[in-house]
């Protein structure tokens, strides 16, 4: 079955087919690249679970509509929600855009007791600085509470909407329940490292927080923290290569 020289061959022609890729890739978005760490990288990662899990399958034809996020990073939250999220606890997600991460994470763990703070400027991006090369504020500003009013009915549970830049926006809302379990989702390094903070200091023990947009090509404010965070012992920090950074925190 296994043919290490065959395995060799289709290792070359992938590298091929992705560099070609990676060039059509540039010439849509009109973009050139020209950091080395950047590209497109076919991984030898088989294994799909999204395809098979019904009940992700299900959840996700409910909430596809209202979320930009791929299936498979999708899959990472759903599945990580199932052991991280505790009952009795709160989940945060900070950029919610029009919410259907929080309706999956909702609608797939209704037998728990969860406070659910779902959160966005509802204006697009904030807090874009010099170490964000691509985002300058007010992209995706095409989100509404009355999205968010959609997907708790989908979702049949309640949600506190949190308007306004994060954690400013929230400074007058009292968190009864820690929060177990976070998604982070806001592209730019200021706004990820304050949400970030925030969440950190009003958690259970051993939390984990989902940052997206660490793997993401034009969000690179984002990879920073992500690096940055590699380094802090707060924290047990692993990329999924699927695009996220998980980060959990060591009690
Ligand atoms: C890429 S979208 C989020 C996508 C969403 N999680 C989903 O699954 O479709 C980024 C969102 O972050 C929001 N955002 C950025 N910075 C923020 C901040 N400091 N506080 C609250 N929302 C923020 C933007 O308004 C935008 O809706």
């Known amino acids: 079955m296994f043919n290490l020289n065959k395995v060799n061959k289709a290792r070359k022609r992938l590298e091929i087919i992705t560099g070609v890729l990676f060039k059509l890739f540039q010439i849509n978005l009109r973009y050139k690249e020209k950091r080395n760490d950047y590209g497109i ?9 999204w395809r098979s ?7 996700y034809n ?4 209202y979320t930009l996020n791929p299936k498979s990073r999708l899959y990472t939250i759903y599945d990580f ?13 900070v950029g919610s855009w029009r919410g259907g991460v929080s309706g999956l ?5 209704l037998e728990k007791n969860i406070d659910y703070f779902v959160c966005d400027t509802f204006k697009g991006v904030a807090n874009s600085s010099d170490k964000d090369s ?11 509470i009355s999205h968010l009013k959609e997907v708790e009915n989908i979702a049949g549970t309640k949600f506190n909407i949190i308007e306004g830049i994060f954690p ?9 329940k820690p929060i177990s379990f976070a998604h982070i989702d806001v592209d730019t390094y200021i706004s990820a490292k304050e949400s970030l903070n925030y969440i950190m200091q009003n958690t259970t023990k051993n939390a984990l927080v989902v940052l997206d947009d ?7 404010g984002i990879t920073k923290l992500g690096n940055e965070l590699k380094n802090d012992k707060k924290y047990f920090v692993a990329p999924n290569h699927l695009g996220q950074i998980l980060i959990f925190k060591i009690d």
């Open 41 to 49: 990288e076919i991984f030898e990662y088989f294994y799909l679970p």
């Open 53 to 59: 899990d019904n009940t992700f399958i299900e959840a």
């Open 62 to 65: 409910m909430f596809s509509e």
């Open 81 to 93: 929600a199932k052991n991280y999220l505790i009952d009795d606890t709160s989940f945060v997600e």
């Open 105 to 109: 994470v909702a609608y797939t763990n």
């Open 134 to 144: 691509f985002f300058k504020n007010d992209e995706y500003s095409d989100a509404e």
């Open 168 to 176: 400013e926006s929230i400074k007058n809302v009292s968190i009864k």
């Open 214 to 220: 660490y793997g993401g090509w034009f969000t690179d």
